[in-house]
């Protein structure tokens, strides 16, 4: 691990206003930031800890939704009784990630902003686009049963790893943020994540040093909520596929996918295919994808994991 200068931030204000330093870093619960630290894919020179920043609270807004304070930790999040109450696919996504170690430490905006799974991304022996902007990209023509289907580029196939932003984009959560002028800015989740294009490195909507304060649920949607990960063992693995859906009782609902693109994939086709249930409406739900020949399977998988979630929201 390369040296580093550590401050503990007093305010979202004073964090956002350190960040100003060339090469800082938030550090949360520190569990993707630290890891990629001893990788040395993440050098920081100064790290400024905002866990004592009082973001730790779930509120009920004047709009009947729900804000989630940055510093939220998954596992609190998932227990909370209004979440599992009103927006259950939220608490079933984050209880399907991780391990219960992990989510004790993993919180709201970090879960949100941790870097994908690509297995090159991890080695700094690769060439990868994301890690080293204009190097190239190792996993096009290499290994890439986990990555993604659609939304990639010339320039990188990666995928978001995220359950949480999955359940976050079916619900139309907005992000809060603080930048070191005091400005704040409230993001949909639509447009919080960016599809890779010629700049993968830059993942999100956030301008650098932004610091992500909080996020807000709308008023409940109602319906039956699912979250169903289809992954290679039953726990501690990343999804292939991943299924957010809530539904309505006269078959209208929303959708969104995980683990096929470089940002969580909402479905407006399913969404209209809905009320009609068919099975073979779900078939083309990713149209214009372009698998490669190890990842194809993804597309039938997520139409059949689809498929199974409209079978038991009908039962
Ligand atoms: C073995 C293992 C298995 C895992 N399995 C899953 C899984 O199945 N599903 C899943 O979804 N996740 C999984 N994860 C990932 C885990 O959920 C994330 O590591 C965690 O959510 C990150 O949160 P954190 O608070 O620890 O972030 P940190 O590591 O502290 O930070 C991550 C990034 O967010 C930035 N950041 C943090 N807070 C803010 C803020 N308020 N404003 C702006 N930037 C900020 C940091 O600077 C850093 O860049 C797994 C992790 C491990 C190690
Ligand atoms: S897919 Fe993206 S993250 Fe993976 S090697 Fe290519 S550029 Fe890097």
Redesign the pocket.
Known sequence: MRPFTYERARSPAEAAAAARRPGTRFIAGGTNLLDLMKLQIETPAHLVDVNHLGLDAIEPTPEGGLRIGALVRNTDLAADARVRRDYAVLSRALLAGASGQLRNRATTAGNLLQR?R????YDPA??????QPGS?????G?I?RQ??VIG?SE????THPSDMAVALRVLDAVVETVDAAGATRAIPMADFHRL?GDT?HVETALAPGDFITGVTLPAPAGGRHFYRKVRDRASYAFALVSVAAVVQPDGRGRVALGGVAHKPWRVEAAEAALPDGARAAMGGILDGARPTPDNAFKVTLAERALASVLAEARS
């Open positions: 994908t690509c297995p090159y991304f690769q060439p990868c686009n994301k890690r190239g990209c190792a996993a096009i290499g890439t990555l993604a990639g320039a990188c196939i990666a890779p993968p």
